[in-house]
Each structure stands twice: as structure tokens, then as C-alpha cells.
């Protein structure tokens, strides 16, 4: 199918498919239905997979950081550190030197569920259906498309904070 433009055709006139964000949007939808699947034993979603993957990776990290690598705001990943507090999965420790700071650790449960995690990467990129080549270009060319939208987006709302003022 030939694209008009990244926007769609002039008008309005075309369907959803002549959209490439309508394309960036299904496939996320797609590739968070088999996570959504993949961790439906593990009792866990999409989110606070991420989250936990962050303290895996790390061992522990403040809210701030995690916030910050996960790409969610306070409002989400607040009520989600506190539900994966519940199942014992994580710590929450407000720190003596600062208080406005809480460290994130986990729990030997948050531990051991990585153990049970350990394939999810492996049926996630078999989901995907490209060989590693295709894989690493997809990466490099999503990288750049967040990059430039996250840069468009910061100076759109400049502009609307000057305009503002």
C-alpha cells in the first residue's frame, strides 16, 4: 500500500492503515497482548514487569530513577509499587538523610520471580517474527522515532508555556 504521507492523505479521506502512527499503535497493542499473555501465570502486568525488570537489572533504585526509566508518571507507578509491596514482591524505604527520597529493594519473592521470568525475552522477540538483524534495525529506527518525538513534543509545549505567558 502507498503512503501519502506519515499523517495520512490530505483531507482525511483515507483509512487508519495510510497512518504510520496508526501502524506504531497497533503493533504496540499487538506486542503487549502476547506480554499481557506471558505474564498472566506470573501475575503480573505490563507495567510492573518493567519495574521489576529496572530492579533486576539495578537491585534497587529510588522511585525518581524508576520513574524516570520506565517512562511512567508518579500517578502510575505510585499505586503499582505499592500493589507489588502487597505481594511481597518489593520494598518501599524512605530514606533517613532525605525523606522525600523512598529506595526500592527487593524481596527475596521479587528475586526469586526473575528466575521464573528469565524466558520472556526470548518468546517476546520470537513474537515479533524478525531475525536479529531486523530486530537490532527495528531498535535503532524506534530509538530515533522516540528521540524526535520526544523532542518535538518538549518544544511544542514551550512554545505553548510562551504563548501562555
Not at 502476547?34 to 521489576?52: A, D, F, N, S
Not at 525475552?121 to 530486530?135: C, Q, S
Request: aromatic share 6%; net charge neutral.
Amino acid at each position: 500500500m502507498k503512503r501519502v504521507s506519515s499523517e495520512g492523505p490530505p483531507g482525511g479521506r483515507g483509512t487508519l492503515a495510510d497512518f504510520r502512527c496508526f501502524d506504531l499503535y497497533s503493533a504496540s497493542r499487538a506486542i503487549t497482548g502476547v506480554y499481557r499473555h506471558v505474564l498472566e501465570p506470573l501475575h503480573l502486568t505490563y507495567p510492573q514487569y518493567l519495574v521489576l525488570t529496572v530492579l533486576w537489572r539495578r537491585g534497587s533504585a529510588t522511585v525518581g530513577e524508576i520513574i524516570d526509566e520506565v517512562q511512567l508518571d508518579y500517578g502510575t507507578v505510585s499505586p503499582l509499587l505499592k500493589r507489588l509491596e502487597t505481594r511481597g514482591l518489593v520494598e518501599r524505604r524512605r530514606r533517613l538523610d532525605d525523606e522525600r527520597a523512598v529506595d526500592i529493594t527487593l524481596t527475596d519473592g521479587g528475586q526469586a520471580l526473575q528466575e521464573l521470568a528469565v524466558g520472556l525475552p526470548v518468546v517476546i522477540n520470537e513474537a515479533f517474527g524478525l531475525d536479529r538483524g531486523d530486530l537490532d534495525e527495528l531498535e535503532r529506527l524506534l530509538t530515533t522515532v522516540r528521540a524526535s518525538a520526544v523532542g518535538r513534543s518538549a518544544r511544542m509545549a514551550a512554545r505553548e508555556t510562551i504563548g501562555a505567558v
